[in-house]
């Protein structure tokens, strides 16, 4: 069994993919504003960052946003410490997205186990790294409110999982698209774009209602400031048939 993201890298996509990136209508959000090049820290980790202090300043508890950290640190029992970069979480000021930097750190250890963990203790993201996370937490913000609300985030897909992919979790729903965050530095790739197919199947089997008034799949890339979006009913049957059972097992 497997992860979502695991299993895209287990197997071979048709050439071009899928879906084919280029199938999806790209906006620009320009708000003239340049990202410092001098980042520090690992680009998971900006992802993560950027991706749960989104959710929390939009008003989810942080708690539940950070909620895949805190249960990476209480694998390895470093709760309390983990509580205490949690508590030093209170906005968008410097001390607020370093605890954030590193406590999700955390999250390697719930997602993939202890081999890929490195001590949290050890992150520090420099001016550059905590500048870049701010400007891209107010642009995801304001792509909320352009194209929101947001009707369900870090959401898991209980009844949509199979024999072969036995976790993942997505990032956000609007009342009519499926989002994925993507914080890289280049447009989507076709395992991207497969991914948010996965999830869109798996969410249709889950036990989640929200899912059958999904008609769009999206990206939105703070980084670039960028939406990527595709209707669903532009992709072939077959290709959605094929995702469901070679891919995830339906």
């Not at 991706?51 to 990476?72: C, H, N, Q, W």
């Not at 249709?204 to 703070?222: A, C, M, V, Y």
Request: aromatic share 10%; proline share 4%.
């Amino acid at each position: 069994m497997a992860s979502v993201t695991q299993r895209i890298k287990q197997i071979k996509q048709p050439t071009g993919g899928y879906i084919k990136p280029k199938e999806f209508t790209v906006v620009n959000l320009n708000d003239g504003i340049d990202l410092k090049c001098d980042e520090n820290i690992h680009s998971s980790l900006v992802g993560l960052a950027v991706d749960y202090m989104t959710r929390y300043v939009i008003g989810t508890p942080k708690e539940y946003a950070f909620k895949i950290s805190l249960l990476g640190a209480s694998s390895i029992n470093e709760d309390g410490y983990a509580q205490k970069l949690l508590k030093g979480i209170s906005g968008l000021d410097d001390k607020s997205i370093s605890n954030a930097c590193k406590l999700v750190g955390y999250d390697v250890c719930f997602r993939a186990g202890l081999s890929g963990y490195k001590p949290v203790q050890d992150i520090e993201p420099n001016i550059d790294t905590i500048s870049n996370i701010r400007t891209m937490v107010n642009r995801s913000v304001n792509f909320l409110n352009e194209y929101g609300p947001m009707v369900k985030d870090g959401f898991t897909f209980e009844g949509g999982y199979t024999n072969i992919v036995s976790t993942g979790d997505g990032d956000f729903l609007t009342k009519n698209t499926l989002w994925d965050f993507k914080v890289s530095k280049k447009a989507p790739t076709n395992a991207h774009t497969l991914q948010l197919l996965m999830y869109y199947l798996m969410g249709i089997h889950s036990i989640h209602e929200e899912f059958k008034s999904i008609i769009n799949l999206g990206i939105f890339n703070p980084r670039l400031n960028n939406v990527y979006l595709l209707e669903i009913s532009k992709i072939p049957q077959n290709i959605i048939e094929q995702v469901s059972s070679e891919v995830i097992g339906y």
